[in-house]
């Protein structure tokens, strides 16, 4: 339904997006994965026009929308990342604005408008001004804007930094209910794992404005089948058993955590004994330790050497 | 287009404090500095030490008192000099039997006015003495003011359409002046909304919805001009049917009025262009804009600013075109072709700016 091809975008001398390859097909929940400053906006403007590539092209059911965009824009619905809305004006008055701006006929736009606040839990409350809502409630509006004209693709970026947990959950679950309800295609980009792995079929995961990898869940977990991860309680830190372990040969990574220290080492090394014997030397007790399933944010560190939130 | 004027519209319905506080200040400005110039008199003191004093300040007092807009008051010396001292009085005025000194603390334009007149008075005074010689003066003066009736030779002076000359008003000057320059700033707050749309990212939405860029702009931009041309309609009206100030041939003030909003908003737009956010467009805007009525020589009197560098300048923004057309229209009776030039030279300006303006607003990602 959607792709890019190649997709480059360069600001001055900075390679913001580079060559970016991507698919949506139609009725998927697509994440798109990646630190602050990965590119992800800037693909996003790319894809929905706003924003014109430096190179590269991007195709709606095989049209290019470079040069004549208003065939996208037309099954387009963007959240931004901001809040773009008039905060002088009341939920329902916002939203008969963006609808007119749509040109949603007008004895149909009463009953969308209803219909998307209903969807986002905010009809009771409609009448009330955007600038008294909390950031959650403003988000929510924010993502009922851009459903008015019922887009067959909704670009959501990043539309839960900052709000409180049941803004999130809200957002979470009209969304998931949008993809499968409606069949709505989404393209979601965030640096929270878990929203994508709970709303999206398939990742890709940027960095530096490129993509480092992509896939299903499973696929880009099978990236880490060949480690093992052990998560290690110990009575106290201690700074030459981090080095030690450092030195082990099956060991591939060694992290602090909040619980202690989680160690990456070879598939089947079975380093348990040495950790032991590495701890007792230093005299240091180890209270819990656990093999641990890689998580998607593993993957993320595997492949870029940092955390989502760095 | 509609869409976009009617959210500017609802966000001011429920704000309308800024407009009337504009429409507020253009009426007190005016009033404050306007009407100075109309009621304003000033008074001087009067005193003589000479032996005769008495005799002395009846006689010039007499002769002084045929001013208009200067009152003599006679004091005492102490009493006056304390006056001016203070600050009570610019000036004060000793009188001898033939002479006379002006006792002032600063070089302000009213002690220029007394010494003008006092002068002249006893310039005339001297001359009828002297060509009275040992004769009375009071027979002369008689004589003079008798044959000044019928004089042998009379100049007349008339306006060039025949009719009079009419006085020049300065305080209908202000009140253009502050109408416009205080509009200046309505169209400037306006115009901003553009900028503040781009950064709360409303404007990316416009930008994907079926709306063409045009009607964006046009949306904005007109509803600027409806708030800035209302609000200096109202000041008008006030003016004219409340105030009674007698504006001129009304549809002319509204049709410069009309082309000045354009303009401005064009240059509030070229502004625009050059700052990044709304906030940036807060410190720029009112800083620049309270120069413009200064260089333009709003608040002065004309030709009071020579420098060709600072005409210049102000031609290069459309207040003192428009003052000056208000002016022709309300004073001298000018006529459409008379204040066609001026709004041909706001619409190019209003042209020149505002496609620049867009240009840059455009290149700004």
Redesign the interface.
Known sequence: MLETIKLSKTFKEKKAVDEIDMYLDEGESVGLLGPNGAGKSTTISMI????KPTSGDVKLNGKSTIKNPSEI??V?G?V???????E??SAY?NLK??G????VKKELLEIRIQEVLEMVGLKDRQKELVKTFSGGMKRRVNIA??LLHKPKILILDEPTVGIDPQSRNHILETVKKLNEETGMTILYTSHYMEEVEQLCNRVYIMDHGRVVASGSKSELLSILSTEDTIQIQLSKKSYPLLESIKGMEAVRRVEETNEGIRVISKKGSNILSDLVHAAEKVDIQIIHFQMEDPSLEDVFLHLTGKTLRD | MYPVFLAQWMKDKRRPYLILLFIGLSILATIIFGDIDRIEQSTVSVYSTEPNAEEIEQKWIELLDNHDSIEYVLMDKEEAHAEVLEGESDVALQLMENDYRLITATEMPGVFIVEQHVQQVFTEEAKLVAAAGTNSTLDLRKEVAEYLESPPLKVQTESIDGGDIANYDMGMQLLFGFTLFVAMFTIGFKVNGITADKVSGIWNRLILSPVSKTNMYIGHLFYSFCVAFFQMMIVFLIFKYILGYELGNFAMIVTIAAAFTLSMISVAMLITGFVKTPEQFYMVYPSLIPIIPVISGVYMQPGTITNPVLQFIADIFPLSHGVEAMMDVALYNAGWNDILLPIALMLLIGVLAMGIGINMVERRK
Do not use: C, M, T
């Open positions: 929905s026009s706003l924003l824009r037309k387009l963007v931004p990342q901001e809040i773009a809305l008039y002088e004006l008055e604005f963006f007119k701006i749509y040109k804007a851009a």
